[in-house]
């Protein structure tokens, strides 16, 4: 089993701070993506990285795949009330050739105060 | 716009009663879903993969004769909670992507409730 060990579990902060999300394996990942999920609602995919080193930046979000494609990280700048939800992390294994299934970190639940 | 439509998005009735859920891809067709399931502040845990014109491949531990899943079409997949009882309360959440090199977009999942 690949599991995703996803830290810390929960997160607050105040308005401004910056903060890291991580999520660690001992397995590889064809690719990992990131997602917010606000309550009652389905996780809304925020960015997928697939090559090792990878960097990507939305906005004040900056997400980091390791060079050995066993982990990541996001990174929020000045974070914001509108920043609160559920971060999950969740790597890409491939099924045999057909859609791949996704592995879920446990989450982490960001709570930014004003 | 919405990628996947899952209805209905809340069911609250009496244990023992089967509820079907309806999961459907509105942008493209989708011979793989996959549906989930959620407990309160915690994260998604697969419960079975949903293939077009086949069986279900289901995760270890999940009890397919008590969750059935029917992916009749390329378009909907169906996942009825047989005969459910109160510790099958959850959120239940199904995903479609349009190729392995693609991601998963979720529905809005439906909160179940059972008295």
């Known amino acids: 089993t690949q599991l995703l060990e996803q830290s810390p579990q929960f997160l607050s902060i105040q308005e401004g701070e910056n903060l890291t999300v991580y999520c660690n394996s001992s397995?590889?990942?064809?690719?990992l993506q990131w997602y917010r999920q606000e309550p009652g609602e389905g996780p809304v995919l925020l960015v997928t990285v697939v090559t090792g080193g990878e960097v990507k930046k939305l906005k004040r979000l900056t997400f980091q795949f390791g060079d050995a494609r066993k982990d990541s990280s996001l990174h929020i700048t000045a974070a914001q009330p509108g920043d609160t939800g559920l971060y999950l992390c969740a790597g890409a294994r491939d099924s045999g050739g057909s859609n791949y299934k996704l592995t879920f970190g446990k989450g982490t639940l960001l709570t930014v105060n004003p | 716009g919405a990628v996947v439509s899952q209805h209905p998005s809340r069911v609250i009735c009496k244990s023992g009663t089967s509820v079907k859920i309806e999961c459907r891809s509105l942008d493209f067709q989708a011979t793989t879903m996959f549906w989930y399931r959620q407990f309160p502040k915690q994260s998604l845990m697969l419960m079975a993969t949903?293939?077009?014109?086949?069986?279900?491949?289901?995760e270890q531990g999940v009890e397919k004769d008590k969750f059935l899943i029917n992916h009749a079409s390329l378009t909907l997949s169906t996942l009825t909670v047989t005969s459910a009882h109160p510790e099958d309360s959850s959120f239940y959440i199904c995903?479609?992507?349009?190729?392995?090199?693609?991601?998963?977009?979720f529905g809005d999942g439906t909160r179940l409730s059972i008295l």
């Open positions: 995903s479609v992507s349009p190729d392995t090199n693609q991601p998963q977009h």
């Open positions: 397995s590889v990942f064809s690719s």
């Open positions: 949903s293939n077009e014109g086949s069986k279900a491949t289901y």
